[in-house]
């Protein structure tokens, strides 16, 4: 079972960054691959980051390509979310989410995921 509370979210100006943590709980943390995932307003949850269980392996949807950065820390049991460069349409309520014990391969789909966090309110002002 792993439990996962996001932090970091707020009010940010359009070209400012922020970064998102997400602590879990759990003592099989290090074999999951982790994810975040966004959903905006009206609009359906949609993929921005994932990282294996190492840490080695990470991809990033297009939209962020490049201003976002996902890494892990096993030995905290957090995973952060380094966002820069940030856009109005970049608000979202952002979820952190992590695949089963073993899964340590990211993955891009929500239903891949089986923990999930309650999000962080990230808020880009133009």
């Known amino acids: 079972q792993v439990q996962l509370v996001e932090s970091g979210g707020g009010l940010v100006q359009a070209g400012g960054s922020l970064r998102l943590s997400c602590a879990a709980s759990?003592?099989?943390?290090?074999?999951?691959?982790l994810g975040w995932f966004r959903q905006a307003p009206g609009k359906e949850r949609e993929f921005v980051a994932a990282?294996?269980?190492?840490?080695?392996?990470?991809y990033y949807a297009e939209a962020v390509m490049g201003r976002f950065t996902i890494s892990r820390d096993n030995a905290k049991n957090t995973v952060y979310l380094q966002m820069s460069s940030l856009k109005p349409e970049d608000t979202a309520v952002y979820y952190c989410a992590a695949r089963a014990a073993g899964l340590g391969y990211p993955a891009g789909a929500a239903d891949e995921y089986h923990y999930w966090g309650q999000g962080t309110q990230v808020t880009v002002s133009s």
């Open positions: 990282i294996s269980w190492s840490g080695d392996n990470s």
């Open positions: 759990g003592r099989t943390f290090s074999s999951h691959a």
